[in-house]
C-alpha cells in the first residue's frame, strides 16, 4: 500500500484542528496515512502525539516561519512529497490549507480536487467523491496518472483510526524563498460557548431575516442549546450583522449535512438551499405560506417564531424533565 | 497602477443549474451565463480604488467561450478600462491546474501591480485559482480578504477564518482574493454600456499564451462518472393555530432528536 500524506492544522493554543481525526481515517481508505505538522517549536512534540493517538502511521515535523503566509507549508509539502512519493496528499477544505495544497499543485504541477467528500481506491488507483450544486449531482474525478492532491469538506467523514505508536521523523526542508505576504497579526475568535460546530454538527438551528434583530438572535441560539444543535444562518441575517459570517449557510457559506436542520424565518432562496438540502430531517418556520422553504421541508409551519419557538423550546424542555 | 481583475462566467444561481451528465460539465443550456457575484464585488474593489487614484488602470481578464463576450464586457460597462478573453476550445473542461497556468499567463502578458479575484466561483470552482495563480507568477497571496487596503506598494487586508481573524499584508506585485463582505458590484449605466462599445477587447488562444493545454506529460484530473440526486420533497405542512410549537416537539421526540 502506498503512502497517503495528511496535511494537520495546529490551532495557534497548540493542539490539532478539529479536522486531524477525519482528516486521517478519510485519507487511510487510499493508503499508509502519514501526518505532516508544521508549527511553532514547542508545540511539534505534543501535536505530533496527538496525530499518532487520531491513527498516523508516522509523522513529518518541521518548525514553521512565525510571520509568513502560506509558504512555509506549500515549502514543507514539497519536501514531503518529494520523499514519500504519496498516492495522495489531502488536507481541509479550509482557507489555510487549501492555498498551500493550491500553491502546491501550481508549483508541482499537480492535478488537484476540491471539497471531496471523500477517497477511494480503485484497480487504476486513486477515486475522489465529490457532492455539487448543493448536493443535486455526485461526481466522480481521478488523476490520469501520478499524485492526487485533494481538500476534504470538514465534518464530511466521521470515521475515525485506531491510535498507533508513535513514530516522528523531523522533515528537511529547503525554504523556496517565494515571496510571502506577512501575518501582522491574529485575533482568535472567542469559543462560541460549548456549542457544536456547525460543520460537522448532527442538528443545526438557523435564523434568518426574519429573526429581525440580533439581540432576537438569542432565541435562535436557545432554541439550539435545547436540541444540542450548532448555530447557522442564512447570508442576509448575515449581512445585516446578527451573526458573525461564519454561521453562513449556502452556496458561498457553509455546506452542512446534518440529521436535522431548522429554519427560522429563513425564506429558502436557491442559494441557501444548496447548502442544507441533504439534510436528514428539514423543519421550517415561516410567516409566508408561499416561503420556498417549505417545498424541501418534512414539517413546516406557517406562523411567527416569535410564538412558535417559544412554546417548542418549552415543551421540549418539559419533555427533558 | 495597473489592477488586473480576473472574471469568471457562470450559470446564474437564480437559474436551475445542471450538470450535464455525459460530459459532467456545466450544462449551458440551463440557467443563463452571468458575471459571478463575486467578481462584479472584485471589479467593483478595483474601480473604487481607480475612482480615488486617477489614472489607475482596470483590465478584466477571463477564460470563457467565445459566447462569453456580453458578460465580460459587463464589466467593461461597469468601468474597467480594457478586457483580455482567452478563448480556445481545446480548454473546454481544463482542469484547475490547467486554468490556473492560463490565468497566469494572460495576467502577464496584460501586465500587473496588483491582481484582484473572487475567493469563490459559484460554480463549484473550488477557491483555488487565486493562490495557484500568485504560485504560478511567484508573488505572494492573500486570499479571503474583507477588508482590503490598497497603496503604492503593497495590499493589506483582514481574512477571516473559523479560527479567527488574520491581518496580512503583501508587498506588490501581488494576488488577493476578496470575500463577498465587499460591496456589491455597481450597477451599469446606458452611457457606461455605450462607452464599453469603445474600449479595448482583445481575444486570445492558448497557443499566443504558449500554453499547450494537452501536454501528455501532466497529469490532469478528470471526472469518471456524474449521478443526479433525486430532488427532495415537501413533507407536512401546517398553519399555526396556538399549538405548532407544541405539534412540532411532539414530531421531533417522535424522530428521537432529543
Ligand atoms: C451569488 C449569490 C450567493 C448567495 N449565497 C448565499 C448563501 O450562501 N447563503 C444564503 O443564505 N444566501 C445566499 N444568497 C442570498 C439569497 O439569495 C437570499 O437573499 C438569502 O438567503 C435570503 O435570506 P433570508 O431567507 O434570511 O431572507 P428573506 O428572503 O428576506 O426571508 C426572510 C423570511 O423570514 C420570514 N419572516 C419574517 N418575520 C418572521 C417571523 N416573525 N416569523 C416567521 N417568519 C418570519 C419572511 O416571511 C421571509 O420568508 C446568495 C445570493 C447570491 C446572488
Ligand atoms: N476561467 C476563469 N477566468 C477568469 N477568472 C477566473 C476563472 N476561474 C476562476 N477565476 C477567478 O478565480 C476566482 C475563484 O474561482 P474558483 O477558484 O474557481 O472558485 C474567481 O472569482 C475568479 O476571480
Redesign the interface.
Known sequence: MGVALVLIEV??SGAL?ATAPGLLAAAARVGEPVAVIVGPADALSGAAAEAAGLGAVRVLTTETVPDA???PV?DALAAAVDRERPDLVLASN???S??A???L???R???????VVGVDRDELGV?AH?S??G??????????????LA?LRPGAVDARLESRPLVVDSLEVVASE????????????VAPSSRP?L?GAA?VVAGGRGVGSREDFALVEQLADV?GAAVGAS?AAVDAGYV???AQVG??GVSVSP??YVALGISGA??HR?GM??AG???A?DKN?DAPI???????????LF??????????EA??N | MKIVVLIKEVPDTWGERRLDLETGLSDRSGASPVLDEIDERAVEAALAYADAHPGTEVEVVAMAPASSTATIRKALAMGATSALHIVDDALRGADLLLTAEVLAAAVKRAGFDVVIAGNLSTDGGGGVIPAMVAEVLGIPQLTGLSALELSDSAVSGDRVSDAGTMRVTGDLPAVVSISEALPEGRFTTFKGIMAAKKKPYETMDAAALGIEPDDPTVARYIMLSVAERPPRAAGTKIVDEGDAGEKLAAFLLAEGVL
Open positions: 490551532l495557534p484542528a503566509l502560506t509558504i506549500v479550509a482557507v489555510e487549501r492555498d495544497l493550491a500553491r499543485a501550481a508549483r504541477r499537480l492535478p488537484l480536487a476540491t471539497d477515486v465529490h455539487v450544486l448536493g443535486a449531482f455526485t461526481v466522480d474525478g481521478a488523476p490520469t496518472f501520478g499524485t492526487l481538500t517565494v515571496r510571502a505576504a506577512r501575518i501582522d497579526g491574529f485575533s482568535e475568535t460546530e460543520r442538528a436540541l447570508r458573525p459570517a461564519a452556496q458561498t440529521r436535522l436557491i442559494q444548496a438540502q441533504t430531517i428539514i423543519v418556520i405560506p417549505f417545498d424541501i421541508a418534512d414539517f413546516g409551519i406557517v406562523g411567527d410564538t412558535v419557538v417559544p412554546q417548542l423550546i418549552s415543551a421540549l419533555h427533558k
